[in-house]
Protein backbone atom coordinates (compact mmCIF):
# COMPACT_ATOMS: atom_id res chain seq x y z
CA UNK A 1 0.00 0.00 0.00
CA UNK A 2 1.53 3.56 -1.15
CA UNK A 3 1.76 6.14 1.39
CA UNK A 4 -0.61 9.09 1.74
CA UNK A 5 0.33 12.25 0.54
CA UNK A 6 2.14 14.61 3.52
CA UNK A 7 0.99 17.79 1.74
CA UNK A 8 -2.29 16.93 -0.11
CA UNK A 9 -3.68 13.52 0.90
CA UNK A 10 -5.87 13.23 -2.09
CA UNK A 11 -3.27 13.81 -4.61
CA UNK A 12 -0.39 11.64 -5.75
CA UNK A 13 3.21 13.26 -5.27
CA UNK A 14 6.43 12.36 -4.56
CA UNK A 15 5.85 12.16 -0.89
CA UNK A 16 4.14 9.02 -1.47
CA UNK A 17 7.37 7.13 -2.62
CA UNK A 18 9.22 4.76 -1.08
CA UNK A 19 11.08 6.21 2.47
CA UNK A 20 14.30 4.24 1.45
CA UNK A 21 14.38 5.73 -2.01
CA UNK A 22 13.63 9.72 -0.64
CA UNK A 23 16.51 8.95 2.25
CA UNK A 24 19.36 7.99 -0.47
CA UNK A 25 18.42 11.35 -2.99
CA UNK A 26 18.66 12.90 0.13
CA UNK A 27 22.13 12.01 0.70
CA UNK A 28 23.41 13.22 -3.05
CA UNK A 29 26.20 15.41 -2.85
CA UNK A 30 27.36 17.72 -6.09
CA UNK A 31 29.59 15.40 -6.88
CA UNK A 32 26.74 12.59 -6.91
CA UNK A 33 24.86 14.52 -9.46
CA UNK A 34 27.68 14.84 -11.53
CA UNK A 35 28.08 11.10 -11.87
CA UNK A 36 24.57 10.94 -12.84
CA UNK A 37 24.76 11.11 -16.65
CA UNK A 38 24.24 8.16 -19.01
CA UNK A 39 23.07 7.78 -22.83
CA UNK A 40 20.47 9.57 -23.06
CA UNK A 41 20.64 11.94 -20.01
CA UNK A 42 23.20 14.30 -19.83
CA UNK A 43 24.08 16.45 -16.78
CA UNK A 44 25.69 20.15 -16.62
CA UNK A 45 26.79 22.68 -14.39
CA UNK A 46 27.25 26.12 -14.75
CA UNK A 47 29.22 28.72 -11.92
CA UNK A 48 27.48 31.92 -12.80
CA UNK A 49 24.30 32.81 -13.80
CA UNK A 50 25.38 34.57 -17.08
CA UNK A 51 26.58 31.94 -18.32
CA UNK A 52 23.66 29.92 -16.69
CA UNK A 53 20.98 31.88 -19.13
CA UNK A 54 22.82 32.79 -22.04
CA UNK A 55 23.37 28.96 -22.68
CA UNK A 56 19.56 28.94 -21.89
CA UNK A 57 19.07 31.40 -24.65
CA UNK A 58 21.19 29.52 -26.71
CA UNK A 59 19.33 26.93 -27.60
CA UNK A 60 16.56 28.65 -29.05
CA UNK A 61 19.51 30.41 -31.52
CA UNK A 62 20.55 27.08 -32.08
CA UNK A 63 17.35 25.43 -32.75
CA UNK A 64 16.34 27.93 -35.21
CA UNK A 65 19.46 27.88 -37.21
CA UNK A 66 18.32 24.95 -38.49
CA UNK A 67 15.25 25.95 -40.22
CA UNK A 68 14.94 26.07 -43.53
CA UNK A 69 11.83 26.44 -46.18
CA UNK A 70 11.47 22.77 -46.71
CA UNK A 71 12.44 21.89 -43.13
CA UNK A 72 11.00 24.99 -40.53
CA UNK A 73 12.33 24.07 -36.98
CA UNK A 74 10.75 25.36 -33.61
CA UNK A 75 11.46 25.32 -29.85
CA UNK A 76 8.71 24.83 -26.72
CA UNK A 77 9.40 26.94 -24.14
CA UNK A 78 8.52 27.67 -20.51
CA UNK A 79 7.47 30.66 -18.59
CA UNK A 80 9.43 29.36 -15.75
CA UNK A 81 12.22 30.41 -16.07
CA UNK A 82 11.99 33.49 -18.11
CA UNK A 83 15.08 35.54 -17.57
CA UNK A 84 16.64 33.48 -20.97
CA UNK A 85 13.59 35.14 -23.09
CA UNK A 86 14.96 38.94 -23.43
CA UNK A 87 18.29 37.53 -24.10
CA UNK A 88 16.92 35.23 -27.06
CA UNK A 89 15.66 38.46 -28.84
CA UNK A 90 18.87 40.48 -27.97
CA UNK A 91 20.42 37.80 -29.55
CA UNK A 92 18.76 37.67 -33.10
CA UNK A 93 18.16 41.47 -33.09
CA UNK A 94 21.83 41.34 -33.15
CA UNK A 95 22.61 38.50 -35.20
CA UNK A 96 20.02 39.71 -37.76
CA UNK A 97 18.56 35.86 -37.59
CA UNK A 98 15.24 36.15 -39.90
CA UNK A 99 12.91 33.70 -38.55
CA UNK A 100 10.64 33.17 -41.04
CA UNK A 101 10.92 29.93 -41.37
CA UNK A 102 11.14 28.78 -37.53
CA UNK A 103 8.38 28.10 -34.90
CA UNK A 104 7.75 28.65 -31.11
CA UNK A 105 5.38 26.97 -28.81
CA UNK A 106 4.05 28.31 -25.58
CA UNK A 107 3.98 25.18 -22.95
CA UNK A 108 1.19 26.24 -21.14
CA UNK A 109 -1.67 28.61 -19.95
CA UNK A 110 -4.20 29.06 -17.17
CA UNK A 111 -7.94 28.53 -18.05
CA UNK A 112 -10.51 30.33 -15.90
CA UNK A 113 -14.26 29.25 -16.50
CA UNK A 114 -13.09 26.32 -19.45
CA UNK A 115 -11.32 29.16 -21.24
CA UNK A 116 -7.42 30.15 -21.68
CA UNK A 117 -6.66 33.42 -19.96
CA UNK A 118 -6.46 36.78 -22.15
CA UNK A 119 -3.86 38.99 -22.14
CA UNK A 120 -5.43 40.49 -19.24
CA UNK A 121 -4.86 38.47 -16.97
CA UNK A 122 -1.93 39.59 -15.06
CA UNK A 123 -0.46 36.02 -14.69
CA UNK A 124 -1.14 35.44 -18.50
CA UNK A 125 1.74 33.47 -20.24
CA UNK A 126 0.53 34.47 -23.57
CA UNK A 127 1.25 37.93 -22.58
CA UNK A 128 4.74 37.24 -20.82
CA UNK A 129 6.05 35.72 -23.98
CA UNK A 130 5.02 38.46 -26.06
CA UNK A 131 6.20 40.73 -23.60
CA UNK A 132 9.60 39.10 -22.50
CA UNK A 133 10.50 37.31 -26.07
CA UNK A 134 8.57 38.17 -29.12
CA UNK A 135 7.70 41.96 -29.19
CA UNK A 136 11.63 42.28 -28.44
CA UNK A 137 12.46 40.77 -31.65
CA UNK A 138 12.43 43.03 -34.64
CA UNK A 139 9.31 42.74 -36.92
CA UNK A 140 11.41 42.61 -40.00
CA UNK A 141 12.89 39.36 -37.80
CA UNK A 142 9.95 37.90 -35.60
CA UNK A 143 8.38 34.73 -37.37
CA UNK A 144 4.93 35.16 -38.98
CA UNK A 145 2.09 34.88 -36.40
CA UNK A 146 0.84 31.86 -37.78
CA UNK A 147 4.56 30.06 -36.41
CA UNK A 148 3.70 30.85 -33.16
CA UNK A 149 1.85 28.41 -31.29
CA UNK A 150 -0.39 28.95 -28.21
CA UNK A 151 -2.30 26.51 -26.64
CA UNK A 152 -6.34 26.90 -26.66
CA UNK A 153 -9.15 25.39 -24.92
CA UNK A 154 -10.66 24.58 -28.80
CA UNK A 155 -7.12 24.57 -30.66
CA UNK A 156 -6.32 21.59 -28.82
CA UNK A 157 -5.89 18.97 -31.53
CA UNK A 158 -4.42 21.35 -33.77
CA UNK A 159 -1.67 22.44 -30.85
CA UNK A 160 -0.71 18.49 -30.46
CA UNK A 161 -0.99 18.01 -34.88
CA UNK A 162 1.66 20.86 -35.01
CA UNK A 163 4.13 18.73 -33.71
CA UNK A 164 3.54 16.37 -35.92
CA UNK A 165 3.99 18.60 -38.72
CA UNK A 166 6.93 21.07 -37.41
CA UNK A 167 10.21 19.29 -36.17
CA UNK A 168 10.42 20.72 -32.46
CA UNK A 169 14.04 20.46 -31.96
CA UNK A 170 14.07 21.02 -27.78
CA UNK A 171 11.14 21.24 -25.22
CA UNK A 172 12.37 23.30 -22.36
CA UNK A 173 11.39 23.83 -19.35
CA UNK A 174 11.79 24.35 -15.35
CA UNK A 175 10.75 22.18 -12.75
CA UNK A 176 8.05 22.72 -10.15
CA UNK A 177 7.73 21.88 -6.74
CA UNK A 178 5.13 18.88 -7.49
CA UNK A 179 8.70 17.64 -10.54
CA UNK A 180 6.34 18.75 -13.18
CA UNK A 181 7.29 19.80 -16.72
CA UNK A 182 5.13 22.39 -18.27
CA UNK A 183 1.87 21.79 -15.87
CA UNK A 184 2.16 18.01 -16.01
CA UNK A 185 1.42 17.48 -12.40
CA UNK A 186 0.62 14.21 -10.51
CA UNK A 187 -3.18 13.07 -10.60
CA UNK A 188 -6.03 13.15 -7.94
CA UNK A 189 -5.95 9.74 -5.79
CA UNK A 190 -9.55 8.61 -7.15
CA UNK A 191 -10.98 5.93 -8.83
CA UNK A 192 -9.16 3.91 -10.36
CA UNK A 193 -6.00 5.66 -9.30
CA UNK A 194 -7.16 5.49 -5.19
CA UNK A 195 -4.53 2.49 -4.55
CA UNK A 196 -1.59 3.20 -7.17
CA UNK A 197 -1.07 6.07 -9.40
CA UNK A 198 -1.02 5.79 -13.48
CA UNK A 199 1.06 3.73 -14.81
CA UNK A 200 3.93 5.09 -16.96
CA UNK A 201 2.28 4.42 -20.24
CA UNK A 202 -0.94 5.35 -19.35
CA UNK A 203 0.90 9.02 -18.00
CA UNK A 204 2.60 9.08 -21.56
CA UNK A 205 -0.67 8.58 -23.75
CA UNK A 206 -1.87 12.10 -22.55
CA UNK A 207 -1.70 15.05 -24.94
CA UNK A 208 -2.29 18.73 -24.46
CA UNK A 209 -5.33 19.02 -22.31
CA UNK A 210 -6.55 20.97 -19.29
CA UNK A 211 -5.47 19.88 -15.85
CA UNK A 212 -6.32 20.63 -12.64
CA UNK A 213 -3.59 21.85 -10.36
CA UNK A 214 -1.72 20.31 -7.67
CA UNK A 215 -1.97 22.12 -4.26
CA UNK A 216 1.54 22.34 -4.47
CA UNK A 217 1.58 23.92 -7.69
CA UNK A 218 -0.78 26.70 -6.89
CA UNK A 219 1.19 27.81 -3.89
CA UNK A 220 4.04 27.86 -5.86
CA UNK A 221 2.79 30.07 -8.98
CA UNK A 222 1.36 32.31 -6.14
CA UNK A 223 5.07 32.55 -4.66
CA UNK A 224 7.15 32.86 -7.65
CA UNK A 225 4.98 35.13 -9.72
CA UNK A 226 2.18 36.73 -7.50
CA UNK A 227 3.77 37.88 -4.22
CA UNK A 228 1.96 35.28 -2.41
CA UNK A 229 -1.59 35.84 -3.11
CA UNK A 230 -2.90 32.43 -3.65
CA UNK A 231 -6.30 33.44 -4.93
CA UNK A 232 -4.70 34.73 -7.40
CA UNK A 233 -3.74 31.85 -9.19
CA UNK A 234 -6.17 29.77 -11.38
CA UNK A 235 -6.66 25.85 -10.44
CA UNK A 236 -6.68 25.16 -13.50
CA UNK A 237 -4.29 24.72 -16.53
CA UNK A 238 -3.80 24.23 -20.36
CA UNK A 239 -0.35 22.37 -21.24
CA UNK A 240 1.36 20.42 -23.33
CA UNK A 241 1.74 16.93 -22.36
CA UNK A 242 3.66 13.96 -23.07
CA UNK A 243 2.90 12.84 -26.35
CA UNK A 244 4.56 16.19 -27.70
CA UNK A 245 7.58 15.75 -25.41
CA UNK A 246 7.94 12.52 -27.19
CA UNK A 247 7.93 14.13 -30.31
CA UNK A 248 10.39 16.59 -29.37
CA UNK A 249 14.10 16.02 -29.80
CA UNK A 250 15.38 17.12 -26.75
CA UNK A 251 14.02 17.99 -23.20
CA UNK A 252 15.84 20.70 -21.36
CA UNK A 253 15.62 21.16 -18.09
CA UNK A 254 17.03 24.26 -16.27
CA UNK A 255 17.41 24.23 -12.46
CA UNK A 256 18.37 27.58 -11.17
CA UNK A 257 17.69 26.76 -7.62
CA UNK A 258 14.31 28.94 -7.42
CA UNK A 259 11.25 27.15 -9.09
CA UNK A 260 12.40 23.34 -6.99
CA UNK A 261 14.29 23.22 -3.58
CA UNK A 262 17.91 21.31 -2.87
CA UNK A 263 15.84 17.92 -3.14
CA UNK A 264 13.55 18.16 -5.71
CA UNK A 265 16.61 18.78 -8.25
CA UNK A 266 18.22 16.08 -6.83
CA UNK A 267 15.17 13.13 -6.96
CA UNK A 268 14.36 13.79 -10.52
CA UNK A 269 17.57 13.42 -11.42
CA UNK A 270 18.26 10.11 -9.24
CA UNK A 271 14.98 8.69 -10.80
CA UNK A 272 15.89 9.43 -14.69
CA UNK A 273 19.28 8.27 -14.10
CA UNK A 274 18.30 5.10 -12.42
CA UNK A 275 15.41 4.34 -14.73
CA UNK A 276 12.96 4.52 -12.23
CA UNK A 277 9.41 6.09 -13.33
CA UNK A 278 7.06 6.69 -11.18
CA UNK A 279 4.10 9.09 -12.90
CA UNK A 280 3.35 10.19 -8.89
CA UNK A 281 6.56 11.92 -9.93
CA UNK A 282 5.64 12.90 -13.47
CA UNK A 283 9.69 14.11 -14.39
CA UNK A 284 10.43 10.99 -13.85
CA UNK A 285 8.67 9.53 -16.54
CA UNK A 286 11.41 11.68 -18.87
CA UNK A 287 13.93 8.34 -18.23
CA UNK A 288 12.12 6.60 -21.05
CA UNK A 289 12.78 9.70 -23.81
CA UNK A 290 16.55 9.54 -25.86
CA UNK A 291 17.44 12.77 -25.32
CA UNK A 292 17.14 14.44 -22.13
CA UNK A 293 19.32 17.26 -20.70
CA UNK A 294 19.27 18.50 -17.07
CA UNK A 295 21.47 22.34 -16.76
CA UNK A 296 22.33 23.09 -12.84
CA UNK A 297 23.43 26.60 -11.87
CA UNK A 298 25.90 25.29 -9.13
CA UNK A 299 25.49 27.53 -6.64
CA UNK A 300 21.67 27.14 -6.63
CA UNK A 301 21.81 23.23 -6.21
CA UNK A 302 22.04 23.57 -2.13
CA UNK A 303 21.78 20.73 0.48
CA UNK A 304 19.01 18.38 1.91
CA UNK A 305 20.91 18.80 5.62
CA UNK A 306 18.44 20.45 8.19
CA UNK A 307 19.10 23.69 9.49
CA UNK A 308 17.31 25.73 11.84
CA UNK A 309 17.20 29.64 11.58
Sequence with gaps: MRAISKVAPGWWDYTTLDTELLNEVASLTVKDIEQLSRPGFKVTFYDTLESFYLAEAL???????????????GICGPIGPTEQLPLVALLVNSLEMDLKHCHFWAMDEWVLDGKETTFEHPLSFAKANWALLLDKIRDDLRMPDENIHLPTVKGMADFTQSFRDITCAVMQGGQGEVKHWAFNDPPRRVTPYEDAPPTPEEYRSLATR?????????????????GGVVTTVPTQALTVGPVETWLSEQVSIWHAGVHDNPFGMRLTAYMISKGITDSAVPMSLLADHDDVKFNYYRPGIGVCDAEMH
Aim: proline share 6%; net charge positive; no cysteine.
Design 210 to 226: IVDLHPMTIIQNARTSG
Design 59 to 73: EYINAWKRATASKPV
